[in-house]
């Protein structure tokens, strides 16, 4: 919640109804709400409402923008997608002298990967001695 303390300090110029000028210390950011992406790229990669975009859900939705902020966060920051992740048992992996592989994995032979050897010689990075200098 500190980029909703933060917002709070910043000035919001409404462009149209979903995009807004947001100025702060560091210079201008421009927020476009419907889309959810900032100029700071911390909304749209992140996908949770950086301190630009919530100046911007504040100037628009006034004192209900708590509500707003998790309608444009990424739902796999909600509580019910955290559950329904883990709601599957997860089995640990036994150790490996217990797994049970069939006879032609067993017997399968992987070649190295193919290498592309360049033509000529090696180049040698030389540090030029104090004589060497021009």
Known sequence: MANKNMGNKL???QIDEDTFSVTADNGIAMVHLRSKICSCREFDLDKIPCQH????????FGDEYGKMIYEYS??????ESYILAYADPIYPVPAEEFW???????E????PPEKKTKLGRKRLK????KYNKK
Do not use: C, D, F, G
């Open 11 to 13: 000035l919001v110029h």
């Open 126 to 129: 030389r540090v030029p001695t």
């Open 53 to 60: 975009a919530m100046a911007a859900l504040r100037h628009k």
């Open 100 to 106: 049970n592989l069939p006879l032609e994995i067993l």
């Open 108 to 111: 399968r032979v992987i070649p």
């Open 74 to 79: 990424s739902p796999y920051y909600k509580v």
